[in-house]
């Protein structure tokens, strides 16, 4: 891990997801680097890695030996001596790990009104990552994506002319309420929280995803692609492990990029 991490302070924190791709382990890595937290993403720091995620899914499991019980999918995240008797807990499920997570690592807010905020923000900006994603998987997700090409021409010409701006102007909107504490930079209160890198990562992907579609519709939204997302990724933590090898590039996960699905 990066040398300027923080002592730490809190548990040994193992991150269990897919190797190779962003996908939805990114939000939780984004938070532990937002907060200089040390973590280990196990898949893509072990040889053996995939182990960690094939157990954690495997269709006869009714739990493991620490009493936690199965994990419908990853991520999850276990948590060395933070389970019952002392033994290791595992939790999955992205914004229940990043609400597990938020206030131990300083992303939660600072009081209850804006824990709740941040939550409810949060899991906005993950509905929007779910709706990119099935764009190009509109049917089934055990099909190809080239088993369903005509349903995700239609289902991503909505996502775009309809789905996007719609979440996009929410976001913009919810900048500008917070404009007195968050000076654009900031969902909720004067500072950075989970949502904050939460919908970050959801703006990058759609950048990656549908670049034309982003490029001719920015200017709408000032705050959101202006000081907001400039911000975020310039944050102590984040500026360096976005520039580092350990940031998985986008390419065939939740955002892909099929130049006909993107604006033409």
């Known amino acids: 891990m990066s040398s300027n991490k923080k002592a730490r302070t809190q548990p040994s924190y193992e991150l269990v997801y897919w190797p190779g791709i962003p996908g939805r382990g990114e939000f939780i890595r984004l938070a532990f680097e937002a907060a ?9 720091e072990s040889k053996d890695g995939i182990k960690s995620v094939t157990s954690l899914i495997a269709q006869e499991s009714t739990g493991d030996s620490d009493g936690n019980p199965p994990a419908f999918a990853p991520p999850a995240l276990r948590i060395p001596g933070e389970g019952r008797n002392g033994k290791a807990l595992v939790i999955y499920q992205t914004p229940s790990i990043l609400s597990y997570l938020g206030d131990k690592i300083g992303l939660a807010g600072n009081d209850e009104a804006e824990k709740a905020w941040i939550l409810s923000h949060t ?6 990552n779910n709706e990119a994603h099935d764009t190009h998987h509109p049917v089934a997700v055990s099909k190809y994506y080239e088993d369903q090409k005509e349903e995700s021409l239609k289902r991503a ?8 701006p719609k979440f996009l102007g ?12 968050g000076k654009g930079k900031y969902l909720v209160g004067d500072k950075l929280s989970y949502a904050d890198t939460t919908l970050w990562h959801v703006l990058s992907g759609l950048e990656f995803a549908f670049p034309q579609e982003i490029k ?4 709408d939204y000032d705050l959101l692609f202006g000081a907001f997302y400039d911000s975020v990724k ?3 933590g984040l500026k360096e492990y976005l520039a580092s ?5 986008f390419s ?5 990029h099929y130049p006909e699905l993107d604006r033409q």
């Open 36 to 44: 200089g937290v040390s973590y280990k993403d196990v898949a893509n």
């Open 123 to 128: 899991l906005t900006a993950l509905d929007l």
């Open 157 to 164: 010409t909505d996502f775009r002319e309809n789905r996007i």
């Open 170 to 181: 929410f976001f913009e909107r919810v900048l500008k309420g917070n404009q007195e504490q």
């Open 216 to 219: 001719a519709i920015k200017g």
């Open 234 to 236: 310039e944050q102590n």
């Open 245 to 249: 090898d350990r940031r998985q590039p």
């Open 252 to 256: 065939m996960g939740i955002f892909r």
